[in-house]
């Protein structure tokens, strides 16, 4: 049969088929608008995730409803009360990772990552159990002994921080012996060097390894700490090459 005549036979078809490869095409871009959608929702979720403050701002823009806003207030707390507790939650955070991210202060003060130490480890726990209880969102506490165990956590977890800095602060080295103390010394001057901008490349990477070793077996940095010092020493290096 020619193609005129299977034409004129099964010109029908082409109704029903135009309308499938139409469908089919819609749903391929209706597919690919999800996928989309759904890349740009992670990618947002990432931000968030990578900038706390961006998140609480969506949260504090957003719209609450009213009846659980009563609920709050009659329960003897607000999103206020919540915030407020929050902040303080964040404050003692802070306090913390100035320690975590400078290498030089956990030299100063040994004892704020030692966990041998009781008053270390007392405080570790509280900044977990802390952690743990904290909201996302204000709203999302909503019983009353909920609140009470998030705002409990983050006293204790305050008043484990302040004692432990204090006794930190109290002994520095005096743990240490003469010579432990000469090598931290030695480490601490390295610090220096290596974070110092005036430096050359080669003496900030020498400074750095000599650092590392004369910690050996005194000090234990977290592994947070030990890549806040690579980054800082990288960039430099970085921006010197440039």
Request: no cysteine; aromatic share 8%; net charge negative.
């Amino acid at each position: 049969m020619s193609f005129p005549e299977l034409f004129g036979a099964y010109w029908w078809l082409l109704f029903p088929l135009g309308g499938m490869a139409a469908g089919g095409f819609k749903a391929l871009f209706a597919s690919r608008e999800r996928a989309q959608d759904r890349a740009h929702e992670r990618e947002i979720e990432m931000y968030k995730l990578q900038h706390p403050e961006a998140a609480a701002l969506d949260a504090a823009n957003r719209p609450q409803p009213l009846a659980d806003t009563v609920s709050l207030a009659k329960d003897g707390y607000s999103e206020a009360d919540v915030a407020r507790v929050k902040g303080e939650h964040d404050s003692v955070n802070k306090r913390w990772l100035s320690y975590e991210l400078d290498v030089g202060k956990l030299i100063d003060f040994p004892m704020m990552s030692d966990v041998r130490q009781p008053l270390t480890v007392a405080f570790l726990r509280a900044k977990r159990d802390a952690d743990a209880l904290r909201p996302l969102e204000g709203d999302e506490i909503s019983a009353k002994s909920r609140w009470d165990d998030y705002r409990n956590a983050v006293n204790a977890f305050a008043v484990a921080f302040d004692v432990a800095e204090k006794e930190a602060h109290r002994i520095k080295d005096s743990a240490f012996s003469d010579a432990e103390r000469q090598r931290l010394g030695t480490a601490r001057k390295l610090v220096n060097i290596a974070e110092n901008d005036a430096a050359s490349p080669a003496e900030r990477q020498t400074a750095y390894k000599r650092a590392r070793k004369e910690l050996d077996g005194l000090i234990v940095l977290p592994d947070v700490t030990i890549a806040s010092l690579e980054q800082k020493v990288a960039r430099m290096l970085d921006g010197t090459a440039g």
